[in-house]
């Protein structure tokens, strides 16, 4: 049974930084992708950026490159991903979800993603 579960988010002021955390379990994560999206009312939800676990290779939005940093700890038990983000912006505010499952290396598509986890609010104000 695959299970994601966010946490880390929260109301923060421009300029202010959160690091959100995934812990994922049931599943064989190193052969996959995983990636965190977001969505904000009337808004489709955009792949944030994504990691290849072995080799830890990663992919970002343009929309946050240089600023989000998403990171892995495979070694534990559940799989931790995280992504930090410093300096956030209004533009940042969404509801920010971990996802898991894809075989296409790099991939920001939802639609690549199989797993999926419950989201965590990041209000920026």
């Known amino acids: 049974h695959v299970q994601l579960v966010e946490s880390g988010g929260g109301l923060v002021q421009v300029g202010g930084s959160l690091k959100l955390s995934c812990a994922a379990s049931?599943?064989?994560?190193?052969?996959?992708?995983m990636a965190w999206f977001r969505q904000s009312p009337g808004k489709e939800r955009e792949g944030v950026a994504s990691?290849?676990?072995?080799?830890?290779?990663?992919?970002?939005a343009d929309s946050v490159k240089c600023r989000f940093t998403i990171s892995v700890d495979n070694a534990k038990n559940p799989v931790m991903v995280y992504l930090q983000m410093p300096t956030l912006i209004p533009d940042d505010t969404a509801m920010y979800y971990c996802?898991?499952?894809?075989?296409?290396?790099?991939?920001?598509?939802?639609?690549?993603?199989?797993?999926w986890g419950q989201g965590t609010q990041v209000t920026v104000s």
């Open positions: 996802a898991a499952g894809s075989w296409v290396a790099g991939s920001l598509d939802e639609h690549d993603y199989v797993h």
């Open positions: 049931g599943y064989r994560f190193s052969r996959y992708c």
């Open positions: 990691i290849r676990i072995d080799p830890g290779s990663t992919t970002y």
